[in-house]
């Protein structure tokens, strides 16, 4: 079974720069259907757990076990009357989340819609991938998985998506799971950037291995640009996961952003552990400033990619991933 999960866990948000050749997609059929199980699970009678928990697993063969064993921790071992005690105790303790995200998605209609629409440039751009048919919506531990992309099924935790500003998400013991520049993206607009995120991941894995820095850097470049392909009509600093304004700095700091990968020598390293540095999350470049996003190199990567696009305009996202780094590095001549 595919399971692979996006912790990082989007109504369409047009962006304010115009942009070019985005297909017509209207005629492309995608089917999808939205289960809400957290509205199943918190109607349940706490009362009446031992008789009504079981059914509503079984109803759901895609869902209902990965939800029981792998977002709650339930044991497998426990027998109906501990497993039904168990989670009327998470029932009781989430009440208060399901109920403020039942005010935001009380309608899922125009999540769906955003899933649908992406699931469209999908196919439009790899018509072999067997894209999931189904989109399920719960709600989960808070310092727990987000949104997953599993066997046929979308899963998504409304949980990571009611507000960057949501009260329990600014407090101490939330923020040593999910600190705060990963938080600020817990919006419902990154709900279909999430999935769209899991689906790269199914289709090419990542590796970690003994490549060069500027090689994993144009691999996140790579994908940053088909998803930027997959949601044209998002802002890039969403696709990219910094704020607003980071990524304008970025823009306007380009050059020396540069300059600290070249003037270090750190394009051919290829330590994992210095690499993460500048390809993963992070609160900051430790070197560009307390202002600066981390996971700068993914950004650098990105800018590589689109200058190799411009210049090979009939590429298809296909090929480009399957593009070796080193091939669009030295094609690109990157000099900002």
Known sequence: MRLFV???????????????????????????????????????????LSTQFDPLISKHPDFGEIFLHNIINADPQWDTETTADYVKGFISAYRTVYDTSEVIFSNFTPYEKEIKYALQFLKYYFPKYKAPE?????????????DIIAENVFIVGLHHHISSEYTIYKSMKFQETYP???SQRFEPDYIAINCMKNI?????????????????M???????YVLSMLLP????????????KQLKSCYKH????????????LLQITDYNRQKNYISEGPKTQELGEDS????????????????????????????????????????????
């Open 134 to 146: 189904k989109i399920i919506t719960y709600i989960g531990p808070l310092d727990g998985y987000g």
């Open 233 to 244: 009509h998002y802002d890039e600093h969403k696709i990219i996961g910094y704020t607003e």
């Open 180 to 182: 705060r520049y990963i």
């Open 200 to 216: 790269l991941l199914d289709m090419c894995p990542e590796k970690i291995d003994e490549s060069s820095l500027i090689d994993k």
């Open 6 to 48: 996006c912790l990082l866990t989007l109504l369409v948000v047009f962006s304010c720069k115009s942009k070019k050749n985005i297909p017509d997609v209207s005629d492309i059929k995608i089917n999808l259907t939205t289960t809400r199980f957290e509205k199943e699970l918190f109607s349940l009678d706490t009362n009446q």
């Open 293 to 336: 996003p981390g996971n700068i190199g993914s950004f650098v990567g990105w800018q590589i990619v689109k200058k190799y696009m411009d210049n090979h305009p009939k590429l298809s996202p296909a090929d480009l991933m399957k593009t070796d780094g080193e091939t669009i590095f030295q094609a690109v001549k990157y000099k900002p």
């Open 218 to 224: 144009i691999e996140k470049g790579k994908r940053l």
């Open 254 to 265: 380009e050059a020396n952003i540069w300059d600290l990968f070249v003037q270090n020598n």
